[in-house]
């Protein structure tokens, strides 16, 4: 015991100092599949998309992988279905972001068409932000990671972030797991009871968009039952992740980038080979 005490206090703080420093990720770390739609062409396409577990990987009528990294669960069996680097698996933390919009890759949207989305919360927010955690039908998984963020660590109540019993008090609702039947009453109601303004994250690719999970009794994402302000994909997504959502949240952050994959600009493209 006397041991641990004295390791305890002769080491430094422990705790990350993120956002005020990146968190680098480990180098084996996927959080999202990255895509270079040019890069595929229409014979590859098809089955590359076909070994898509979650169908986050489909076919335009041009022949284009489309991605949709919402319902991307990071298994990393596109990468290993496709014959050069079109798909990369992303190792950041932060995924969150104001729109879905900017979760799907396709070749025939560029990131610049996509308009900028408001901030969620006002500048009364940037100190403190009570939070109501849901769980709509949720493994498990991103539970885990959820408890994670009030280990020292993490330690989210130093950015003035915090859990509420009562939708009530809450800020932020956030939401785990697809929605299930049985949850959809629940869930409306609880998001009825918070004050304005208010703001609804989805977390994890299940609450995104349902994921893998399929059934009469699923209703899919939570944007099926109440409106999302803030996605962040992931299967789970990190407690860094989940850090970047909430502060996305308030503002104090930007949001993530779309899952493009940057070719070598002097590389000719698949596309390009066969239109011509």
């Known amino acids: 015991m006397i041991r641990w005490f004295l390791r305890g206090v002769s080491r430094p703080r422990v705790t990350t100092r993120y956002p005020a420093r990146d968190e680098p990720a480990s180098p084996r770390f996927r959080g999202r599949a990255l895509l270079d739609p040019g890069a595929v062409d229409s014979h590859e396409a098809q089955r590359v998309a ?3 577990l979650p169908d986050a990987l489909s076919v335009d009528g041009r022949g284009r992988l489309v991605l949709d990294a919402s319902r991307c669960i990071a298994c990393g069996l596109c990468v290993e279905a496709a014959s ?3 798909l990369t698996m992303d190792p950041r933390y932060e995924l969150a972001v104001r729109s879905k919009q900017r979760l799907v890759v396709d070749g ?5 068409d996509i308009a900028p989305s408001p901030a969620v919360l006002g500048g009364a927010f940037r100190r403190s932000l009570h939070i109501r955690h849901i769980d709509t039908g949720s493994d498990g998984a991103i539970e885990q990671e959820i408890a994670a963020l009030l280990n020292p660590y993490y330690d989210m109540q130093r950015l003035g972030l915090f859990f509420t019993a009562s939708p009530r008090h809450a800020d932020v609702l956030l939401v785990t797991g697809p929605v299930t039947r049985p ?3 629940p869930l409306r109601r609880t998001y009825e009871a918070m004050p304005e303004p208010r703001a609804v994250i989805a977390a994890g690719t299940d609450a995104c968009s349902g994921g893998i999970w399929t059934g009469p009794e699923v209703l899919g994402g939570v944007d099926r039952v109440v409106p999302v302000d803030i996605y962040v994909p992931g299967d789970p997504p990190s407690p860094i992740a989940l850090l970047h959502g909430l502060l996305l949240a308030r503002g104090r952050v930007g949001e993530a980038p779309p899952p493009t994959r940057q070719p070598d600009p002097g590389a000719r493209t698949r596309v390009d080979e066969e239109a011509a």
């Not at 025939?108 to 610049?112: H, Q």
């Open 50 to 52: 076909a070994a898509c």
């Open 84 to 86: 050069n680097d079109a």
């Open 108 to 112: 025939s949207v560029r990131e610049a």
């Open 183 to 185: 949850m959809e009453a």
